[in-house]
């Protein structure tokens, strides 16, 4: 039985709330990588698992057009297509280029701390959308602390849903 299925089975289905998610460019094409590591496969089992919640409604996915942006360089055109069906199916907010100038303003203050600039603006436009937790498999990217959404990788998201504490280390 794979991770995934024992999770979908063992998880509190009852006390999942409707939270808002924002997963970046890393946790979208992570399936895609080798998984004959464990943590990789591990994290891809929680990421899958994570989309299944979305597809069920019980979690709300936001995006933005960095996002769109860095699927679009992606070389691999059935990767590139999965990612861009799912969002296109089910994002409800949305960060649109119209606002890349201010996303780009206080991506800089993000990068001032070390971080990268499209993670920057990842952070910053879950932050604008209110998000409750931005996943990512990013170790650089997670060391960042932001005041307004909480920065995890799948497997602790995870975690916190079964009823884990999100302040955990």
Do not use: W
């Not at 591990?42 to 409604?57: H, N």
């Not at 993670?119 to 209110?130: F, G, L, N, R, T």
């Amino acid at each position: 039985m794979s991770y995934l299925a024992i999770l979908q089975k063992s998880l509190k289905y009852d006390i999942i709330i409707l939270m808002k998610v924002y997963l970046d460019n890393c946790c979208y094409n992570r399936p895609y990588d080798d998984q004959n590591y464990l943590p990789i496969s591990l994290e891809t089992q929680a990421k899958l698992l994570i989309q299944f919640f979305i597809t069920e409604k019980r979690l709300e996915l936001a995006s933005s057009f960095i996002l769109d942006y860095e699927n679009s360089c992606n070389p691999y055109m059935d990767r590139k297509i999965a990612v861009k069906n799912f969002l296109d199916e089910y994002v409800s907010d949305y960060v649109g280029s119209d606002k890349s100038e201010e996303v780009i303003t206080k991506a800089k203050k993000v990068m001032a701390t070390g971080v990268k600039m499209k993670d920057s603006c990842h952070i910053v436009c879950a932050e604008m959308m209110k998000c409750d937790y931005l996943l990512t498999t990013d170790k650089g990217m997670l060391k960042y602390k932001s005041n307004t959404v909480k920065l995890l990788n799948p497997i602790e998201f995870i975690d916190l849903l079964n009823g884990g504490n999100e302040n955990d280390d």
